[in-house]
Protein backbone atom coordinates (compact mmCIF):
# COMPACT_ATOMS: atom_id res chain seq x y z
CA UNK A 1 0.00 0.00 0.00
CA UNK A 2 1.08 3.55 -0.84
CA UNK A 3 -0.28 6.37 1.48
CA UNK A 4 -0.09 10.36 0.48
CA UNK A 5 -0.86 12.87 2.62
CA UNK A 6 -1.10 16.21 1.58
CA UNK A 7 -1.06 19.51 3.22
CA UNK A 8 -0.44 23.80 2.45
CA UNK A 9 -3.67 24.60 0.44
CA UNK A 10 -5.54 27.25 1.72
CA UNK A 11 -7.06 30.54 1.25
CA UNK A 12 -4.51 33.60 -0.10
CA UNK A 13 -5.50 36.75 -2.36
CA UNK A 14 -4.28 37.31 -5.83
CA UNK A 15 -0.25 37.93 -5.94
CA UNK A 16 0.19 35.66 -2.72
CA UNK A 17 1.81 32.64 -2.00
CA UNK A 18 1.61 29.34 -0.78
CA UNK A 19 3.46 25.90 -0.36
CA UNK A 20 1.91 22.59 -0.24
CA UNK A 21 3.57 19.34 0.33
CA UNK A 22 3.00 15.82 -0.06
CA UNK A 23 4.34 13.09 2.09
CA UNK A 24 4.41 9.22 1.04
CA UNK A 25 4.78 6.50 2.75
CA UNK A 26 4.70 2.43 2.69
CA UNK A 27 5.49 0.98 -0.15
CA UNK A 28 7.55 3.10 -1.51
CA UNK A 29 10.97 1.76 -2.43
CA UNK A 30 10.73 2.14 -6.45
CA UNK A 31 9.38 5.87 -6.65
CA UNK A 32 9.91 7.58 -10.03
CA UNK A 33 8.22 10.37 -10.77
CA UNK A 34 6.40 12.76 -8.22
CA UNK A 35 4.53 15.44 -9.12
CA UNK A 36 0.96 18.04 -8.57
CA UNK A 37 -2.13 18.20 -10.81
CA UNK A 38 -4.78 19.94 -10.37
CA UNK A 39 -8.73 20.05 -10.69
CA UNK A 40 -11.20 22.98 -11.24
CA UNK A 41 -15.12 23.11 -10.76
CA UNK A 42 -16.16 21.50 -14.03
CA UNK A 43 -12.92 20.86 -15.72
CA UNK A 44 -10.48 17.69 -15.76
CA UNK A 45 -7.58 17.04 -14.04
CA UNK A 46 -4.63 18.92 -15.74
CA UNK A 47 -0.61 18.27 -14.82
CA UNK A 48 0.96 21.07 -12.50
CA UNK A 49 4.27 19.90 -12.49
CA UNK A 50 6.17 16.80 -11.76
CA UNK A 51 9.97 16.31 -11.00
CA UNK A 52 12.08 12.90 -11.37
CA UNK A 53 13.88 11.08 -8.61
CA UNK A 54 16.94 12.79 -9.27
CA UNK A 55 15.13 16.08 -9.26
CA UNK A 56 17.14 17.06 -12.31
CA UNK A 57 14.19 17.23 -14.61
CA UNK A 58 11.05 18.83 -14.31
CA UNK A 59 8.09 19.92 -15.97
CA UNK A 60 5.61 22.58 -15.61
CA UNK A 61 2.54 23.41 -17.58
CA UNK A 62 2.77 26.98 -19.61
CA UNK A 63 0.00 28.63 -16.80
CA UNK A 64 2.54 28.17 -14.08
CA UNK A 65 6.03 28.30 -15.71
CA UNK A 66 7.94 31.33 -14.07
CA UNK A 67 5.56 31.24 -10.85
CA UNK A 68 5.51 27.70 -9.41
CA UNK A 69 8.55 25.56 -8.47
CA UNK A 70 8.84 21.76 -8.04
CA UNK A 71 11.11 20.23 -5.65
CA UNK A 72 11.54 16.95 -3.22
CA UNK A 73 13.13 15.42 -0.53
CA UNK A 74 13.78 11.76 -1.40
CA UNK A 75 15.35 11.01 1.99
CA UNK A 76 11.56 12.56 3.64
CA UNK A 77 9.86 11.00 0.51
CA UNK A 78 8.10 14.38 0.05
CA UNK A 79 7.20 16.43 -2.40
CA UNK A 80 6.64 20.27 -2.75
CA UNK A 81 5.09 22.87 -4.80
CA UNK A 82 5.80 26.45 -4.32
CA UNK A 83 3.42 28.67 -5.74
CA UNK A 84 4.41 32.38 -6.09
CA UNK A 85 2.40 34.99 -7.90
CA UNK A 86 -1.05 33.09 -7.69
CA UNK A 87 -4.13 34.09 -9.51
CA UNK A 88 -7.59 33.49 -9.31
CA UNK A 89 -7.67 31.18 -11.91
CA UNK A 90 -5.26 29.06 -10.14
CA UNK A 91 -7.95 28.19 -7.32
CA UNK A 92 -8.40 24.24 -7.54
CA UNK A 93 -8.21 21.33 -5.80
CA UNK A 94 -4.34 19.89 -5.94
CA UNK A 95 -3.63 16.29 -6.26
CA UNK A 96 -0.43 14.95 -5.70
CA UNK A 97 0.92 12.25 -7.56
CA UNK A 98 3.40 9.07 -7.63
CA UNK A 99 4.33 6.65 -10.04
CA UNK A 100 6.32 3.75 -8.60
CA UNK A 101 7.87 1.50 -11.36
CA UNK A 102 6.63 -1.77 -9.34
CA UNK A 103 2.99 -0.47 -8.38
CA UNK A 104 2.04 2.23 -10.90
CA UNK A 105 0.53 5.28 -10.49
CA UNK A 106 -1.14 6.77 -6.51
CA UNK A 107 -2.90 9.80 -6.01
CA UNK A 108 -3.79 11.67 -2.48
CA UNK A 109 -6.92 12.92 -1.31
CA UNK A 110 -6.34 16.58 -2.21
CA UNK A 111 -6.24 19.86 -0.91
CA UNK A 112 -7.76 22.85 -1.61
CA UNK A 113 -6.18 26.20 -3.32
CA UNK A 114 -8.45 28.96 -3.39
CA UNK A 115 -6.98 32.47 -4.78
CA UNK A 116 -9.50 35.45 -4.23
CA UNK A 117 -9.28 39.12 -6.25
Known amino acids: QVQLVESGGGLVQSGGSLRLSCAAS????????MGWYRQAPGKQRDLVAT????????NYADSVKDRFTISRDNAKNTVYLQMNSLKPEDTAVYYC??????????WGQGTQVTVSS
Open 97 to 106: YVYLISKGSY
Open 26 to 33: GSISSISL
Open 51 to 58: VTRSGGNT
